[in-house]
């Protein structure tokens, strides 16, 4: 594996017909059907700097494109989102492996459609159905071993949720009767709204990872590390791995699955203001 400097300015040593395209492709329409069959047919991977001070991605020294068509170009304030973009296809060796594109696949999802009003309004909606269920508003009183879990992991998270948003969070005791007053769903989903694309779509993948609006919201605001997160998302099993022992290869597989896809989330709002 070669640092991430190489691969700024790297140079092609040959190129197959399909790179000698204006852009190079992303996966096409499948994704199983891609890593099935697209073998690598690039030599190298570079970043280059863009008018405006922007970075692309490039394939023998071709753009990379989402699979809506739109340019691998990352804002110049996240160039590190760009070098692993970069550093995730360097790393390919002789078929394409999708999931192991995490940075790519989150990157694509901002660019391909979350700059467009409506699209931003239906996966805010969407999202906002994960908050009357969010996993850290249920509280048992037993055993001992998840109470003190619910109190390390939820109530911290909790209490900051209502504090700098000066919202109510219901907890509940149960699966019936699961409901967030009114003005928090407002908030909570007017916070989101504003978010840009690059956020919003970190913001979707945390929720979905985690199933936690407010984990998610933790993430990307800054107030949980990826750790942290992935820790809250993981009490009720962690409780369960405490009592009964953990199944090799499903809870551990699990767990670090959710830790890439939240920090995949945590990188790509990560602020470097020393580059804008």
């Not at 499948?30 to 922007?54: D, I, P």
């Not at 109530?155 to 219901?170: A, F, G, H, M, R």
């Amino acid at each position: 594996m070669r640092p991430l400097r190489q691969l700024v300015g790297a140079s092609p040593r040959g190129r197959r017909r399909v790179a000698d395209q204006p852009h190079v492709f992303l996966a096409p329409h499948s994704l199983e059907k891609a890593e099935k069959q697209m073998r690598r047919f690039w030599k190298t991977v570079g970043v280059e700097a863009r008018e405006g001070g922007a970075y692309a991605v490039l394939l023998d020294k071709r753009t990379l494109k989402t699979p809506g068509g739109v340019q691998m170009v990352i804002p110049k304030e996240r160039l590190p989102v760009a070098l692993c973009i970069a550093d995730e296809w360097e790393n390919q060796k002789n078929v394409l492996k999708p999931h192991t594109l995490p940075m790519t696949s989150i990157a694509a999802r901002a660019l391909d459609g979350l700059k467009e009003k409506e699209m931003r309004k239906d996966v805010v909606a969407y999202l906002l159905r994960y908050l009357d269920t969010d996993t850290v508003c249920f509280h048992e009183a037993s055993p001992e071993r998840l109470v003190k879990l619910q109190d390390a992991h939820w109530k911290p998270l909790i209490k900051w949720v209502e504090e700098t948003y000066d919202v109510k969070v219901n907890l509940y005791e149960g699966i019936l009767n699961t409901k967030q007053p009114d003005a928090t769903i407002l908030k909570l989903g007017s916070v989101v709204s504003d978010f840009d694309h690059f956020k919003l779509a970190a913001f979707e993948r945390a929720v979905l990872a985690s199933k936690s609006y407010l984990i998610a919201l933790g993430l990307v605001e800054g107030f949980l590390s990826v750790d942290q997160a992935a820790l809250a998302a993981h009490v009720e099993v962690q409780s369960q791995i405490d009592r009964w022992g953990e199944v090799e290869d499903t809870h551990d597989v699990d767990h670090q699955d959710v830790r890439v896809r939240l920090g995949s989330a945590a990188l790509l709002v990560a602020s470097h203001p020393q580059l804008a």
